[in-house]
């Protein structure tokens, strides 16, 4: 069975940094690519960033580019988002999402933890 | 970046229903299009990839269609389950912008 489980999450101070992870298992993690997808209370879905599967490609969405940096350790099963320079609208439900084998690009959601949550609040 | 765009952002209907679900692309987006469906404190779902590629398990009532940049998710005899809300996106090229969702009301 996948499993994606969040971790990291949590209030921060404007302007501090947080590192949220993502233990995968139930699947060969090394053979997939991997997504950050936010939700902000009460609000539709942001896609944030996409890591392939050995490192070598990453994009990241305007709002995060230049302060959140996204990776991954294979050897660990693990996949993470470095936030820096945080900011208020930055709070949000953050979800790993793995992404989906033969559609032709990155960024389509096969599977979604349950998301954990960042706060950015004084 | 691309512009998604969702409509109605809000739609009742009743169980039995058919009903249509617009997503607009600000550019092509040739059927990169995929849909997921959100139920209230669930992460999303998703449903269909390709502008009309079924998820396995996903009923049958769900299709998707469109080219370009139109692209619909029509659903066929509602059931209560599928009052819940649904989001488009695309995934031709990065960032794989969501439309803003449609939330869809017994």
């Known amino acids: 069975e996948v499993q994606l489980l969040e971790s990291g999450g949590g209030l921060v101070q404007p302007g501090g940094s947080l590192r949220l992870s993502c233990a995968a298992s139930?699947?060969?993690?090394?053979?997939?690519?991997m997504n950050w997808v936010r939700q902000a209370p009460g609000k539709g879905l942001e896609w944030v960033s996409v890591?392939?599967?050995?490192?070598?490609?990453?994009y990241y969405a305007d709002s995060v580019k230049g302060r959140f940096t996204i990776s991954r350790d294979n050897s660990k099963n693990t996949l993470y988002l470095q936030m820096s320079s945080l900011r208020a609208e930055d709070t949000a439900r953050y979800y790993c999402?793995?992404?989906?084998?033969?559609?032709?690009?990155?960024?389509?959601?096969?599977?979604w933890g349950q998301g954990t949550l960042v706060t950015v609040s004084s | 970046d691309i512009q998604m765009t969702q409509s109605p952002s809000s739609l009742s209907a009743s169980v039995g229903d058919r009903v249509t679900i617009t997503c607009r692309a600000s550019q092509s987006i040739n059927n990169y299009l995929n849909w997921y469906q959100q139920r209230p404190g669930k992460p999303p779902n998703l449903l269909i990839l390709g502008t009309s590629s079924l998820l396995s398990g996903v009923p049958s009532r769900f299709s998707g269609s469109g080219s370009g940049t139109d692209f619909t998710l029509t659903i066929s005899n509602l059931q209560p389950e599928d009052f819940v809300t649904y989001y488009c996106q695309q995934t031709y090229s990065a960032p794989y912008t969501f439309a803003q969702g449609t939330k869809l009301e017994i």
């Open positions: 890591i392939s599967r050995i490192s070598h490609v990453m």
């Open positions: 999402v793995r992404d989906y084998h033969g559609s032709g690009t990155y960024g389509v959601g096969d599977y």
């Open positions: 139930g699947f060969s993690f090394s053979t997939y690519a």
